[in-house]
């Protein structure tokens, strides 16, 4: 499975996944056993702390559903433990050089790819399967920089170029935000970063991925037609939300005889 998600963005074919926010075990077991290729579990817009990441990684990968975790920061000691806690690999947000995604592919690999500390943990089978880590993580532990920064477009070349690093992704909010247009996410200056994006990645035969945050799923038919291939469809908060409003507007719209 580990190696599956890997292997699929190699392919080019497409990976569904969705956003874990909800510090929550039973909320990720229902997303998780939903039949998603990965879940994404987010340290930077939630309130997960590494103990409810520990869980959250648990019930994915056993539900099996591989889980990527979005890194708070470009931080290598958060990065490494969350592969020590079996994590498939690590999104994280706002790279802007290549040398931004070299310290996150560093903080993930064991040497020689990276320079990452090496220690047992859930990863390794809690010590009962390290030389069977070792090969998954050279080959399948996986490395996505988030393009959201007018910089990281503008560098996107070098960028994916970083040998570890397994594709790019947009974070859309961010990325209006650059450009002066924050949340305006069909913004025609967004809409030229994106292409930008997903023909550079096209380009080197690396994923491109993309938060799809709102219905219609026809948006992500048309981000695959573009080329997107590592796919975040909403996430446990943007499933509730809009269904707790609908259920509370038919509520206020029943006439009371
Ligand atoms: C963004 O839109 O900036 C994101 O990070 C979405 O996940
Ligand atoms: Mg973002």
Redesign the pocket.
Known sequence: MRNTLRLTLREGRPAFGS?IQFADPATAEVMACAGFDWLGIDL??SAIDLGAAATLIQIVDLAGCAPLVRLSANDPVQAARVMDLGACGVIV?AVQSAAEARRAVDAVKYRPQGTRGVGLGRAHGYGARFAEYLAENAEGSIVIP?I?QREGVERIEEILHVAGVDGVFI?????SASYGVAGELHHPLVGQAMRQVVDAARATGKAAGI?V?HPPVTQVAERLAEGFRLI?YRGDMLFLTPAALEAVEQLRSLEVS
């Open positions: 956003w930077e817009h947000p988030m959201e974070g859309p909010y961010d990325l938060h945050v975040a």
